[in-house]
């Protein structure tokens, strides 16, 4: 069992650029959750997802952020435009069932920084 | 939503001493409290959690008290090793499926040998 992977472990963007962030999760789990966390804090909800379907965004930024989880394929956070302020961790956790009754597991998260 | 305080924000202990991170939380509907350990650079791991059906858990030298009544509960690690050294979270679901966690500031916890 993999885990959860996550790809790319670091990514630099100038402000401006798209990123676009992927989180497999791990095998048999088909809800993915989406969190950031700025430099020296906790981390935040984003978004939950389960296959092809978007079940609460309530803590994404209202404009440029979005995200899927296609049928096929790993879930995607894309950034557009992105500022300085973006700069962060974002981690991503999977679960089998709605409530993660055993607590999430994280993957190694992706670093992003803007120039 | 839910209200998640955690303290102390920072902690040095000599190795050997215990350690005590205590959380506060503010929904009374709340059942599972996780604490999570974050190495500088990587993911935070779960280390241990505790359901709102007992009051305290044990795994070897770490263990979770919980007071439902007093809404909070802490994490205690004794016998402390300079791998201890990291940042801890406490977590509370939140959100009307629970599905969501709040997270607490952290601790950054400094074992000196």
């Known amino acids: 069992n993999a885990g959860v992977m996550q790809n790319p472990r670091h990514l630099v963007r100038r402000r401006g650029q798209e990123a676009r962030l992927r989180c497999s999760p791990m095998k048999g789990h088909s809800h993915v959750y989406w969190y950031r966390q700025l430099p020296e804090e906790g981390l935040k909800f984003m978004v939950y997802?389960?296959?092809?379907?978007?079940?609460?965004e309530s803590g994404m930024p209202k404009e440029r952020f979005s995200a899927e989880f296609p049928k096929e394929g790993p879930s995607i956070l894309r950034i557009q435009q992105v500022v300085r302020g973006d700069s962060a961790a974002y981690f991503c956790a999977s679960s089998p069932g709605t409530v993660p009754s055993n607590g999430y597991t994280f993957g190694s998260g992706t670093r992003l920084t803007v120039v | 939503g839910e209200n998640v305080e955690q303290h102390p924000s920072t902690l040095s202990v000599q190795e050997g001493d215990s350690a005590v991170i205590k959380c506060t939380y503010s929904?009374?509907?709340?059942?599972?409290f996780p604490w999570y350990k974050q190495e500088l650079g990587k993911r935070p791991q779960l280390i241990i959690d505790?359901?709102?059906?007992?009051g305290e858990k044990k795994d070897q030298r770490i263990a979770v008290t919980l007071n439902k009544t007093a809404k909070h509960f802490s994490l205690h690690i004794t016998e402390t090793q300079p791998e201890d050294s990291a940042v801890y979270f406490c977590?509370?679901?939140?959100?009307?499926?629970?599905?969501?966690?709040?997270f607490g500031k952290g601790t950054k916890l400094s074992v000196i040998p």
């Open positions: 505790i359901r709102s059906n007992v």
């Open positions: 977590a509370v679901p939140s959100g009307a499926g629970s599905y969501q966690l709040t």
């Open positions: 929904d009374s509907a709340s059942n599972y």
């Open positions: 997802l389960q296959k092809e379907n978007i079940i609460d």
